[in-house]
């Protein structure tokens, strides 16, 4: 016999200003499932700022007209608001223009899609990953489209207690 239970978690449960809802179903025979405390996986991050190292890639930079056909369904964050909060990225983030991931507007006026890096740093990858230079930015995105936040999993993975 199984014992489940199903676990709601977000980006933001542990910290990171990104919503990132998914919802998890953990199963197991033979061990049991436990709640951990949530704040050991807590990022200590301040801000989104402190995400965003490759923030000046030109590779990054929105043109002008992509924002104007398409800023009527654009997210776009100012990192001046200490507040501010990105929604979780497709894997057509750079392709598709509607609502496949937050973009954000420094103090330049600049809006930039949030490169591959700097999304892999949100979704808790360790600050030495990088992808292989033979892989594009483009299917870097791809790749990181959908992902699930890595904080999460470790989560999910101490929540499983086997005899």
């Given at each position: 016999e199984y014992q489940y239970k199903t676990i709601r978690l977000c980006s933001t449960d542990?910290?990171?200003?990104?919503?990132?809802?998914?919802?998890?179903?953990?199963?197991?025979?033979?061990?049991?499932?436990k709640t951990p405390d949530l704040s050991e996986y807590i990022d200590k991050r301040a801000n989104l700022m402190d995400y965003l190292k490759k923030y000046g890639d030109s590779r990054?930079?929105?043109?002008?007209?992509?924002l104007e056909r398409y800023h009527n369904v654009l997210n776009i964050?100012?990192?001046?608001?200490?507040?501010?909060?990105?929604?979780?990225?497709?894997?057509?983030?750079?392709?598709?223009?509607?609502?496949?991931?937050?973009?954000?507007?420094?103090s330049d006026g600049?809006?930039?899609y949030v490169?591959?890096?700097?999304?892999a740093r949100l979704l808790g990858f360790p600050e030495n990953f990088s992808f292989p230079e033979t892989v594009s930015y483009e299917w870097r995105w791809?790749?990181?489209g959908n992902s699930v936040d890595l904080r999460a999993?470790?989560?999910?993975?101490?929540?499983l207690n086997y005899c």
């Open positions: 542990f910290g990171v200003p990104m919503r990132r809802p998914r919802l998890f179903l953990l199963a197991t025979r033979g061990g049991s499932i990054c930079i929105v043109k002008d007209e992509v964050v100012d990192l001046e608001d200490g507040e501010a909060v990105l929604i979780c990225f497709t894997r057509g983030y750079y392709g598709c223009k509607k609502v496949s991931g937050s973009l954000v507007r420094g600049v809006v930039r490169s591959p890096d700097d999304i791809k790749l990181l999993i470790r989560y999910l993975l101490a929540s």
